[in-house]
């Protein structure tokens, strides 16, 4: 009992460290949105980011994404370059016209340099080639979400 009682003294409790971490300043969570064409990974990213306690919503194209208006909600973005109509970086280029500043982590077992500096210097946060270390992913989600829209 004198333990719990000495965590919740020096440290915060690990529920309150998740709203610290996932809160924007009027108290909702800040969305991370998946836009990938393969099922799999939108589940396997929407259940790591859930794992670690971030809201997340999937989408399977470019299109479905823009379509549902959550670009307008979205603090962080985690997209594949390669996917069906609107690539990951046609994406990019059409939040930018918008004037839609989310933070953007490109994903891709497809990349290059060429495309990866492409990415880089439109504005992404974060350009890693598949597979890639999940830790990895989530120190560049909770960096976008700390340093919000760009």
Known sequence: MSGTLYQSI????PKDLHNVLTMDI???AKLVAIVDDDDSMRSALKGLLKSAQLAAESFASAEEFLRSGQHHQ???????IRMPG???????????AERCRIPIIFITAHGDEKMRLQALRAGAVEFLAKPFDE????????????SGPH
């Open 10 to 13: 020096i440290a915060p409790h």
């Open 26 to 28: 009027q108290g909702k």
């Open 74 to 80: 979205t603090a962080c973005l985690i997209t594949d």
């Open 86 to 96: 609107m690539s990951g970086l046609e994406l990019q280029a059409k939040l930018i």
């Open 135 to 146: 830790e990895a992913l989530l120190e560049s989600v909770r960096a976008a979400l700390e």
